[in-house]
């Protein structure tokens, strides 16, 4: 993507086929060697880890407005 890597909120917006034109892809995906050096350029497409702990996931579920503990 010579024009920059595009946010997901600005995607969004978009109709699908602008989406894919700003992608600089198709509806039919990308051939090998594209994916492969997308690939190589800006990493696997994968999220950070939350890295928060047991007892924090825990806190957060008993504070819940749900459980009517506050």
Not at 6 to 21: F, I, Q
Not at 54 to 63: D, E, H, K, M, T
Request: contains cysteine.
């Amino acid at each position: 993507m010579t024009s920059g890597q595009p946010r997901l909120d600005e995607l969004a917006g978009l109709s699908p086929d602008a989406a894919l034109e700003r992608l600089e892809a198709t509806a039919d995906g990308l051939d090998e060697a594209e994916a492969a050096d997308r690939l190589a350029r800006t990493g696997a497409n994968e999220f950070a880890s939350a890295r928060r702990t047991l007892p924090r996931v825990v806190l957060a579920q008993l504070r819940s407005p749900l459980l009517g503990c506050s």
